[in-house]
């Protein structure tokens, strides 16, 4: 399976970027993730947050299909409340309002006293904070999520990540940053490491982040990729302000569209159904 794997035979055998994928609609249920409600909590009386969080969660729902929505609730009042939604890149507009309504469930349910929290799916992330971090890159909370399944040949397999997907990935976290300010900053590759073997590259920010910044958390979740998928069929470093993921594919296994995998609803539920995965934390 691995004869053909030569990490130093640059470059890579093949290489193809495929942005702004959209696919048809696919009926299925959002994946959650993660959720961290953080530790400051508001006060049972201090109802001007509370009326402003629950006008916020509120605009959310109603503005649920959107890509990227980006809103402050009683900036007029003592305590404002921010808040961000922003669904993958490549997700239909239905698929977007059923993760971010989820979203909002998931919030209100487990963080209802938390001045700052934040879910992530891997569809969509929503966010809000007491705090004004519209344009700023936060890369805490920050989790690995990882395939558990080793690869074949590991020994090649880490050089290949530790030097050409590493390059790879940075030159696609460079493309998607250069697009204005607001616009999509999502980015997937494809990258046949040999005659059997494909990898799925994702890379996203949330619209809001300056080209600089994109590329910063970019940059610095790409850094993690040896600590999270060493081995491993594939993984993700997952941010507030962006995210990168590394799906391992055996060309045996996948269907004549190769093109349609990555965004495909099915990929992600199939890849975390066949393999255990598990969340580590970091900080
Ligand atoms: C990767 O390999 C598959 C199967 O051999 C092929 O269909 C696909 O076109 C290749 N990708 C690129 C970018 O060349
Ligand atoms: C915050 O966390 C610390 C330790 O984890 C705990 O002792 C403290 O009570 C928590 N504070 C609030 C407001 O939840
Ligand atoms: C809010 O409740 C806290 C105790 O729960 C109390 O100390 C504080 O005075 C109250 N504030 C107002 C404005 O009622
Ligand atoms: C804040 O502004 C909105 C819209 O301008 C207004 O409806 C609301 O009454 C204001 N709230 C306060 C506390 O001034
Ligand atoms: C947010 O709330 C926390 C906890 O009450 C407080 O310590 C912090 O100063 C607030 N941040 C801002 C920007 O108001
Ligand atoms: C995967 O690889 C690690 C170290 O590289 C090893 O400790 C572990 O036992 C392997 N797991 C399986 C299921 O082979
Ligand atoms: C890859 O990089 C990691 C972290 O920098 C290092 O621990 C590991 O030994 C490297 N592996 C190879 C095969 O170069």
């Not at 004869?3 to 640059?10: A, E, G, I, Q």
């Not at 400051?40 to 629950?54: D, K, M």
């Not at 020994?155 to 390059?167: C, H, P, V």
Request: glycine share 4%; charged share 20%; hydrophobic share 35%.
């Amino acid at each position: 399976m691995t004869s053909f794997f030569n990490p130093f035979s640059l470059p890579i055998l093949f290489l193809s970027i495929l942005t702004f994928l959209s696919l048809t609609a696919h009926a299925a249920d959002p994946v959650h993730l993660n959720t961290a409600c953080e530790n400051t909590t508001f006060s049972a009386n201090n109802s001007i947050y509370q009326s402003n969080l629950n006008s916020l969660l509120s605009s959310f729902s109603s503005n649920a299909n959107v890509d990227f929505y980006a809103t402050t609730k009683g900036g007029n009042t003592s305590d404002p409340v921010y808040g961000l939604s922003n669904c993958r890149g490549d997700i239909t507009r239905q698929l977007c309002r059923e993760c971010v309504e989820a979203a909002v469930t998931e919030l209100t349910n487990r963080c209802s006293r938390q001045k700052v929290a934040l879910t992530w799916y891997d569809e969509c992330i929503l966010r809000y904070s007491n705090r004004s971090f519209l344009t700023t890159v936060d890369e805490r909370p920050m989790f690995g999520l990882l395939n558990t399944q080793n690869v074949t040949d590991q020994d090649k397999f880490n050089q290949l990540l530790n030097t050409s997907m590493i390059a790879l990935m940075t030159e696609l976290a460079r493309e998607i940053s250069n697009v204005p300010t607001g616009a999509k900053k999502f980015g997937t590759q494809q990258v046949n490491i040999s005659a059997f073997q494909t990898l799925y590259n994702l890379v996203q920010c949330t619209p809001d982040l300056s080209g600089t910044d994109c590329y910063g958390c970019l940059q610095d979740a790409i850094k993690l990729l040896p600590w999270c998928c060493s081995g491993k069929q594939g993984g993700r470093i997952v941010f507030p302000s962006c995210n990168i993921r590394v799906v391992k594919q055996e060309m045996v296994n996948i269907g004549k569209d190769v093109t349609e995998l990555l965004s495909h609803q099915e990929t992600s539920k199939a890849w975390e159904k066949k393999s255990k995965s598990y969340i580590i934390f970091k900080d």
